[in-house]
């Protein structure tokens, strides 16, 4: 486990996850939402994007915690060794999501993007929640079912799930 391609929807505790992961095997971490994204929630041109992204998958090890658009998803599954899905319950992403914003009242999140405050997002994140859950995650399971054969796949599909590979990496 040295490429390590990490997906699913917001609010499921893949960006905690992600980073015991990259301390627990010292690999180091890139979050999707800090290339895709220009301070004040302007999305990053596509060229600029793709062009970090790949400079990330020739590197030797790595742990990307994300989305981005689907050519670049299936270019980071085709070059990973790994795959994690976080797939749980809607009311489990929608309450862990709202939770996190509300946290950030008090506290930055730290693997943010730069200069992208997260509370005026909470409507926006809530609408994508709904659409990836209904609309995207059909298209994102069959992708991840197409490497089943070829990849390492771990589909979390509970928060204990999540828990209990969270403690294997101790």
Not at 29 to 42: A, S, Y
Not at 99 to 114: H, M, N, V, Y
Request: aromatic share 10%.
């Amino acid at each position: 486990m040295t490429r390590i391609a990490v997906i699913g929807n917001a609010g499921g505790g893949k960006s905690t996850m992600c980073r015991k992961l990259s301390t627990a095997l010292n690999i180091p971490l890139f979050p999707v939402d800090k290339i895709q994204w220009k301070p004040g929630w302007n999305p990053a041109p596509y060229d600029e994007m793709k062009a970090q992204h790949d400079r990330i998958i020739a590197q030797e090890k790595w742990i990307i915690d994300g989305w981005g658009t689907f050519d670049l998803i299936e270019t980071r599954f085709d070059a990973a060794d790994t795959i994690i899905l976080v797939d749980h319950s809607l009311s489990i992403h929608y309450w862990w999501a709202v939770k996190r914003q509300l946290a950030t009242i008090f506290a930055p999140r730290s693997d943010g993007p730069e200069g992208c405050p997260m509370l005026p997002m909470t409507i926006p994140l809530l609408k994508m929640i709904w659409n990836i859950h209904f609309h995207l995650r059909p298209k994102l399971l069959e992708l991840v079912n197409r490497y089943r054969s070829s990849k390492q796949v771990i589909h979390i599909k509970s928060p204990k799930e999540l828990q209990s590979f969270i403690t294997m990496l101790r």
